[in-house]
């Protein structure tokens, strides 16, 4: 799989992992610009803070300006920041 896969199956999974409410089908076109800005702030290594590999678990940096929006289109499905650590996001 290429990178461009990669990414979009992990914001993928982290869309469908995060949100407690189910996501219609077909996928609404607010989840679909969130997978695409998940993938844009995944993309440049520098927003890596860290890497596990027992588990595999990432953490990026959510400092990025595009947070806020991802968290306002995906609140309507449930998605809650509640639980995680200030300023970082992780990817399972």
Known sequence: MDNL????????????????????????DDVKLVVCLLVQVMQPVTQVKSVERSDFKQTFDTKDTRW??????????????????DSVVRFY
């Open 68 to 85: 806020p929006m991802i968290e306002r289109m995906l609140k309507k499905y449930g998605y809650d920041t509640g639980d995680l650590e």
């Open 5 to 28: 896969g990669a990414a979009l199956l992990q914001a993928s999974i982290f869309v469908l992992s995060s949100c407690s409410l189910p996501i219609p089908e077909p996928t609404p």
